[in-house]
């Protein structure tokens, strides 16, 4: 049977074909943006999870927006504007698809920042929208092109990754912020705000959603799994109290709900009081991955390489001038270590830049290092 | 915003809600297809549950096809085709909207029996798929109806459930079942098998999956929900080796891949030994309750209904010569008992027979006695 016309043109990801390639034995793999396994809070949890099966109600059909104990929870304490409802969603992925289905028809213009998300551009692709690209600087979007580009009248949503952005790494600033928010408000574009890495902050003080400024305007994709685990599969998504509706019916369409014996156990973890302190562990843990990686590159590849300092996050961004990057992918894996081409963040797979994306939060710092001399090995 | 052109015919789903309004204080539920929370194996679960922190792999992004251990033990004892491959779903509804989005282009045609299950009208609807309804009678489909419209050229999928179709508990006949498979195949149509209530039979014996007549053109989607507990959200999704491309692209565009944990907690509660017997506990608890219901349905109303008798499954599908079922279920709402109009069976809510759908799984037979009096007292 042949597959339907709107997924003729994806591929499978091209990550994801990576990160299969990247268990074989031996290599070492900073493709993927995986957590680290040895940060997650199982102890945390283990007490929660043992108590699941006293509770048969977790185990029965649920209400689709979700458990109600959790959406509480978070209600109060993750920065849901006031006039924002709430969907539990199998992690954010779940809900960027759903944040599509609801409200894209085909030909609907959406813009992103380049390099981009591959996992949203899939879901763009899916929905056969028209995807326009604005060239990311070091403060966040630049904001002439996006400008010119809301006022064209082509564009109906703005995908963004504000805080610690997949692949670059890069936040947006306060400025940027209130003026993305106001061009959002001026040109009528809903913002769409993924913040997966937002609690992953090392360095620098934390900044407001950039919803905060156009809640109004704006739908926030909240994940669970770099400060939780990724394998419980849970996020949120919020939205205007109006724009609940539609979420909710491509929800129950799409599976009823998510699991509740999982979500569960989510709240039980995130309201642990010991849940901050994880926090501050995982951060803690990350920038000595970072430092560690950040150093080993300077040191192996020296002007070879460019990459801007991040202040949290999983990924440095790192620009190989003169380099072809799909030709460094292959070399790199030839070599034994598995890295992500930036044609992989570009619409159609062509990449301006020499650049590929390496994770750090996966490995030990000596991995880290090791899989660098590797990259190093590949460069010559 | 507004919503996506293809949802402004959808209407969240009738049953769910009245799902939201059967859970007032003091009404008692025969609306919804929930199991019997009691007869959740969750003693068989618990060590499994318990032990889950000791296995952080289980806690990271897992492959998008599903668990490997529980892919492998399906394979084995799940009737699946050896032509075919697997994709684990978050429950067999992702399944059935993973199937829509991978094959359906705009105006489609699906082919479904009515009435028929309103998650899969839901689905198709959602894929603008033109749907197309063949009369169902005691035995299966109507064949030369099917045949027909197959021949006619204007369908892609037949969407069945021939084990205790939901909503009206019937089986399809060995005869049909092969006669089905060979229409399929004579006019190309891909068969989708919905077999989410076959484990829940409590008298007469099991006949083949249609699939297993046709497994060239059959996709076949199991549910865990009934036989472990719903909200753990799992199913699994079979199809010929060719067709699971898409599927695949689709589930890690749609959510990466279903909760690790949860699959591994499947798994081991599909290889306990004692779950065989826990699935024949559960048909017996079943058996007792449709009975109670039955009786209490023939002495309350005698002569005013009518049903077939049903061999497993969850449902009655209760015919009421001359009542409006809308009317009915009002009335019936009005006395303390939820129940489901036929108008949510059938395409455009319009039903063209006097019925209502009653579930006998999830209360016990002193309330469903107490259930089937107020709805006699509805029907005066």
């Known amino acids: 049977m042949q597959e339907a016309r709107h997924l003729q043109q994806i591929q499978p990801s091209y990550i994801r074909e990576i990160l299969a390639a990247a268990t074989a034995e031996g290599v070492i793999s900073l493709a993927g943006g995986l957590p680290a396994s040895d940060g997650f809070p199982l102890s945390l949890m283990a007490e929660s999870i043992a108590q699941l099966p006293n509770t048969p109600a977790l185990f029965q059909y649920g209400e689709t927006?979700?458990?109600?104990?959790?959406?509480?929870?978070?209600?109060?304490?993750?920065?849901?504007?006031?006039?924002?409802?709430?969907?539990?969603?199998?992690?954010?992925?779940?809900?960027?698809?759903?944040?599509?289905?609801?409200?894209?028809?085909?030909?609907?213009?959406?813009?992103?920042?380049?390099?981009?998300?591959?996992?949203?551009?899939?879901?763009?692709?899916?929905?056969?929208?028209?995807?326009?690209?604005?060239?990311?600087?070091?403060?966040?979007?630049?904001?002439?092109?996006?400008?010119?580009?809301?006022?064209?009248?082509?564009?109906?949503?703005?995908?963004?990754?504000?805080?610690?952005?997949?692949?670059t790494g890069i936040s947006w600033t306060l400025e940027t912020r209130k003026q993305v928010a106001a061009l959002c408000r001026q040109y009528g574009v809903a913002l769409v705000e993924d913040a997966p890495y937002r609690e992953?902050?090392?360095?620098?003080?934390?900044?407001?959603?950039?919803?905060?400024?156009?809640?109004?305007?704006?739908?926030?994709?909240?994940?669970?799994?770099?400060?939780?685990?990724?394998?419980?599969?849970?996020?949120?998504?919020?939205?205007?109290?109006?724009?609940?509706?539609?979420l909710i019916k491509i929800k129950q369409a799409s599976d009823l709900h998510s699991s509740l014996p999982i979500q569960a156990l989510l709240l039980d973890l995130i309201a642990h009081p010991q849940f901050p302190t994880h926090i501050q562990q995982l951060c803690q843990m990350y920038s000595g991955r970072y430092q560690a990686l950040a150093s080993a590159l300077s040191e192996s590849l020296g002007r070879r390489c460019e990459f801007e300092p991040v202040k949290g996050g999983m990924f440095i961004?790192?620009?190989?001038?003169?380099?072809?990057?799909?030709?460094?992918?292959?070399a790199a894996l030839s070599k034994g270590v598995a890295i992500v081409p930036a044609n992989a963040f570009y619409p159609n797979d062509t990449a301006?830049?020499?650049?590929?994306r390496l994770n750090f939060s996966h490995e030990a710092p000596d991995t880290l290092r090791t899989a660098v001399r590797r990259l190093a090995s590949a460069l010559v």
């Open 317 to 330: 961004w790192l620009k190989l001038p003169g380099f072809d990057p799909l030709t460094v992918a292959k």
């Open 352 to 356: 301006p830049d020499s650049a590929i």
């Open 200 to 246: 992953l902050r090392f360095a620098g003080e934390a900044l407001p959603l950039v919803a905060s400024f156009c809640p109004e305007c704006s739908l926030v994709l909240r994940s669970f799994s770099k400060v939780s685990t990724p394998g419980l599969r849970l996020g949120v998504l919020s939205a205007p109290e109006d724009w609940l509706a539609p």
């Open 65 to 167: 927006a979700g458990y109600r104990p959790l959406l509480a929870y978070l209600e109060e304490h993750y920065q849901v504007a006031p006039t924002h409802r709430m969907l539990v969603c199998s992690g954010s992925q779940q809900g960027l698809d759903i944040i599509a289905r609801a409200f894209l028809n085909p030909g609907d213009g959406v813009a992103m920042e380049a390099p981009c998300y591959p996992g949203a551009l899939q879901v763009f692709a899916m929905a056969t929208a028209c995807i326009h690209t604005v060239q990311q600087q070091a403060t966040g979007p630049n904001l002439g092109e996006l400008e010119a580009l809301f006022a064209s009248g082509k564009v109906k949503l703005f995908y963004a990754v504000p805080d610690f952005h997949n692949p």
